[in-house]
């Protein structure tokens, strides 16, 4: 009976405590501060992107690293900084195991892409080397795999085609290339310094889903060039003007029925690893080299048969030694910079969205 007076005590507490919450949310909603204007928030997302000290672990063991401002900013620009000191031997394994994986199929399909934006072969070898060694010093996700894609390969030959025909001038239609990537770069790299990867967001299942398969489409249809060895192609996309482009071949050319064979049983045999490997567990490894046997059985057979001499489409020579600087081929200050600029942020804008519905299927 003693403990009633000091319970009814401290149940009013508990109600003048919560009728101030009340009020302080009142006021707070009466008087709520202005929202930050579009400067601030660019300004913010800047500093947050250079100087990421609050959302990481990296800024408490930041004296032994210098301290401060530098060490955020490193950590911020190369975040094996972070996850570095947590590595393991064990986890080497994996990561040779993943790396040869992924080496077995970019080898093989960069060639492929460069071969789809009119390119040299080794172009497709540099861009599907260099940009992974980049991005594991530097990237932030585990599961998205970092090179060239077919679409945005699809787009260089089709816009740029229009500019400069590769057959007429080569070097300059080369030297196009390079400018327009060099924009997409700096696009991206615009994009990912404002925060502008919420753009993304905006994209529907179905939008998501159609450009997949729209994009299959297109790149299946593009190899039936190499698939069929047709010499003279369109540039088109569409399907008319494909299909149009494979019967008038039929016509006018001789096509020899070797690369068709060729095509049709390393085709066959790349399914039939993958169908192994989903029935048996313990063979996943079968279908992720198969890409690079492929290449490797198919350059042996056509060694040993010439079968190139017998109408055999082949890649032919590869320039060898490292790449060489492709700055003096930028063009600048050409008439048609407006246009290259406009084609590096089409790339820009489809390339990354390539790598979000990647990332979104890799799940």
């Known amino acids: ?24 949310r009142t006021q707070w909603l009466l008087n709520s501060p202005a929202p930050p204007s579009f400067c601030n928030e660019i300004i913010n997302s800047v500093t947050e992107t250079v100087l990421p000290q609050k959302n990481n672990n990296f800024s408490s063991n930041s004296k032994q690293y210098g301290g401060g401002a530098v060490s955020s900013f490193l950590q911020g620009l190369f975040p094996i900084l972070s996850w570095g000191r947590n590595y393991k031997v064990k986890m080497f394994k994996h990561d040779l195991l993943a790396g040869l994986t992924l080496a077995s199929l970019c080898i093989p399909q960069s060639i492929g892409y460069a071969n789809l934006a009119n390119l040299e072969p080794q172009y497709g070898l540099y861009t599907s080397v260099v940009p992974p060694l980049i991005y594991a010093v530097m990237g932030s996700s585990r599961e998205l795999a970092i090179g060239p894609v077919a679409v945005v390969s699809l787009l260089l030959s089709a816009m740029i085609t229009e500019i400069v025909d590769p057959a007429v001038d080569p070097i300059a239609y080369t030297s196009l290339v390079f400018t327009v990537t060099f924009f997409a770069g700096t696009f991206q ?104 046997l492929s290449v490797l059985l198919s350059t042996l057979m056509v060694y040993l048969t010439k079968a190139d001499r017998h109408g055999v489409k082949i890649v032919k020579h590869f320039k060898g030694g490292l790449n060489p600087s492709s700055v003096h081929q930028l063009q600048f200050n050409g008439p048609h910079l407006g246009e290259v600029a406009k084609i590096g942020l089409i790339c820009a804008l489809v390339a990354l969205t390539v790598s979000i519905i990647l990332f979104v299927i890799s799940f």
């Open 1 to 24: 009976m003693c403990s009633l007076p000091n319970e009814s005590f401290s149940i009013e507490l508990q109600q003048l405590d919560a009728d101030d919450g009340r009020n302080q």
């Open 189 to 292: 790299a615009a994009f990912g310094l404002l925060r502008l990867g919420f753009l993304v967001d905006f994209l529907s299942h179905a939008a998501i889903v159609g450009f997949m398969g729209g994009a299959a489409i297109v790149i299946g249809l593009q190899q039936l060039k190499g698939f069929i060895g047709i010499s003279h192609f369109t540039t088109k996309t569409d399907v008319v003007s494909v299909l149009k482009a494979v019967f008038t071949s039929f016509h006018n050319e001789t096509l020899s029925p070797l690369n068709f064979v060729l095509g049709c049983s390393f085709l066959i045999f790349i399914l039939a690893t993958r169908f192994i490997g989903k029935r048996n567990k313990k063979l996943f490894w079968l279908p992720a080299i198969a890409p690079l």
